[in-house]
């Protein structure tokens, strides 16, 4: 039974539905004692956690491994990056994030050398809330109008929006008008109707519910983020890892992995 957690509250997959309330899921994890729910441990962004949910319950049943999934981001600021994490003894066996995020934990010597690879690849989308009017982002000059007319944006914290707001942004000439009126609330403040647009990773936009996407950006500005896993360091769960990083590879795995809008790779 695979749990997913963000720094210690866990939600349920497979038998269990998927709970977003902590409270429903704290009280379950009250009832299943943590020895019977978790044998691997995997700290994934936010990119990648719609493609895993999906695999997990296959890897489980074909392995007999139950897997634990904590939430985190790639990089940026705060105590819910994945590198602050594990900086502060959060357990983890295996980690999945940006390419860009991977490099800082692979220099911080978090990683086992060259047990990293390359799993997917997603392109930035734009979604709005459902049945709102779709905006017109065919072009670079359309994608500017649509940003600088918006009431509100949003898009992550982590390594797309630090591409967004320090190189993007500034390039089309639009960081005055466009950075005072974003956030970092995510797709689900557009779905709630209290954000206009959202602006990110394809796999995080595809099957909201409250929400519908519109587009991938422009090709003169488009980011392709590339998702990487690798094992942690002191893992005492070293072989179970080993099976979930070749399930990855596996055709359950590309799968899901296309079915959150990502593209498989199997390059290192």
């Not at 390594?159 to 005055?176: E, K, S």
């Not at 519908?212 to 690798?230: E, G, N």
């Amino acid at each position: 039974m695979s749990t997913f957690a963000a720094d210690g509250v866990k939600f349920m997959t497979g038998f269990w539905r998927f709970f977003a309330g902590a409270a429903v899921a704290l009280s379950i994890s009250a009832i299943v004692p943590e020895s019977a729910l978790a044998q691997v441990k995997v700290m994934t962004s936010g990119g990648f956690a719609a493609p895993l949910r999906e695999m997990l319950p296959e890897f489980e049943k074909s392995s007999g491994i139950s897997v634990e999934v904590i939430l985190g981001k790639s990089q940026g600021g705060g105590p819910d990056t994945i590198g602050a994490q594990l900086g502060r003894g959060v357990a983890a066996d295996i980690v999945i994030l940006s390419r860009e995020g991977l490099n800082d934990l692979i220099s911080a010597n978090r990683i086992v050398t060259h047990s990293d690879i390359d799993v997917a690849k997603t392109p930035l989308g734009l979604a709005v809330r459902a049945g709102a009017p779709k905006p017109d982002i065919s072009t670079v000059e359309a994608f500017k109008t649509t940003l600088l007319h918006a009431r509100s944006v949003t898009y992550p914290s982590s390594t797309t929006g630090i591409y967004m707001a320090t190189q993007l942004f500034p390039r089309l000439g639009i960081a005055g008008a466009v950075i005072p009126k974003s956030s970092n609330a995510g797709v689900a403040a557009v779905a709630k109707g209290d954000v206009e647009i959202a602006i990110q990773p394809v796999s995080e936009l595809l099957h909201v519910p409250g929400t519908d996407f519109v587009a991938t950006l422009p090709k003169d500005i488009q980011y392709i983020s590339v998702f990487s896993a690798a094992l942690v360091t002191g893992s005492a769960k070293s072989g179970e890892a080993e099976k979930l990083m070749a399930f990855l590879s596996s055709a359950k795995a590309k799968d899901a992995i296309r079915n959150s809008g990502m593209e498989p790779l199997t390059s290192h």
